[in-house]
């Protein structure tokens, strides 16, 4: 597992960019890691692979925020 991109940072990034992080739609979420995010990680110091793009791309585009995580009916959240 690769490392974990700290939150605040990108967040922010994302309102520099005119964009609402907690109203970003899928289409805007995809558009966002094929372009932006990528320079964004490497002005952080990080890499993505080619097949980790691939990984995140098909992560954000099957994401459903109304299934809760496995985490989530873990902490008690209803879904």
Known sequence: MGARIPRYPLW???HELGADPE??????????CEGPLL?????????????GQRRLLKSVIRFDPA?????????????
Request: glycine share 8%.
């Open 39 to 51: 320079s964004f990680l490497v002005d952080h110091g990080y890499w993505l692979s080619p097949r």
């Open 12 to 14: 922010l990034h994302l």
């Open 23 to 32: 109203a970003l739609s899928r289409q805007a979420a995809v558009a966002f």
């Open 67 to 79: 299934r809760g995580t496995p985490a989530d009916r873990l902490a008690g959240w209803d879904y």
